[in-house]
């Protein structure tokens, strides 16, 4: 049997006390954490560890969502990880999902008894036809589920009508490499966090995208400015690498470093917060995360659009992956004593 080194498993122990506490975990503990070897017996440790705290501060419960890209087209901001940059060439079309499409889609999910859909807009979209839409699903969708908004950048007067015409919550995040791999002043990205978190939106954001350059250091910073805004779920988003954009030939984090980095924000969340895990990673749902989307339409993470079709193909699988990592399936009355809508 190999022996574990002593010290770490004391400090992940008195960790987990205070993660069940919903206390803050020291930095210089975070650090240490993210020092570990993924593969290493101590990281396996630590992992099965956030999976307690899951188990015990969410009742077991794991969330599939479905993200829908409602608009394609080129995008000038031309951020280096995302395939829809105008530079790339990989996105020439401009359309736009028909509500319609999208009502039928979340109609089709909700009687399979899913209950939370972000509808994705590229940077530009117009905030008023954001308002029509989420009124359009709302009249013709009935029932208690999660709708959430995730489109560019926002005041909190902004938010507050995208929560009178129906959506409950924001996804916004300043990226990790934003300002370098970006043409985004990271401080406007924080300014719309913030923005969002004095309205009347719940706020999510996220470690996004992930790569393989970014530092401990980097990850801390953004872990100690989530914290700080008190988020209904903070999403661990590993960057692929997409065939013709500037990081095509850059490795990819692995399966289980991304599952160390969702086991250390569950870690530092306790109970607080949902933990998120993209693409679906069932390892880190084994580590602590509890919740898993699929994604349909335009996607700035494939060259490939799914806009005219409305298979919710992924959604079944997503299911038994939640089951696969113990989980029972969690309905929005689930999750209100995190995120009250």
Known sequence: MISMDGDIIGIIDDAKEKALNNQDLERNVLRRFLELDPFSKECQYLGETARD????????????????????RPCTMNCKFCSLGDKWGLVRDNYDMPPEQIIEIIKNLTSKGFHQFTLRTTEFYSLDDLCVLSKKVRSSVKGSYILTVNTGELTTDDANRLYDAGFNAAYHTVRLGEGKDTPFDPEVRINTMRAISKSNLKLSCGLDPIGV???NEEILDKLELFRSLNPMAICTMKRINVKGTPFENVPEIDNMRHAQIA???????????????????????KWGANHISVETGANPRD???????????????????????????G???????IAPY
């Open 53 to 72: 705290v899951a188990r015990k501060t969410l009742g077991n419960k794991g969330r599939v969502g479905s993200s829908i890209g409602v608009d394609l």
């Open 213 to 215: 350059e970014h530092t």
């Open 263 to 285: 086991a250390i924000i569950r870690m530092a969340s306790g109970g607080r917060n949902m933990v998120a895990a993209h693409p679906a990673n069932l390892q880190a749902l």
């Open 303 to 329: 060259s490939d659009s799914y806009m005219h079709s409305n298979d919710t193909f992924g959604h079944e699988e997503a299911v038994r992956m939640i089951h696969d990592a113990g989980y029972e399936l």
């Open 331 to 337: 309905v929005s009355e689930d999750f209100k004593r």
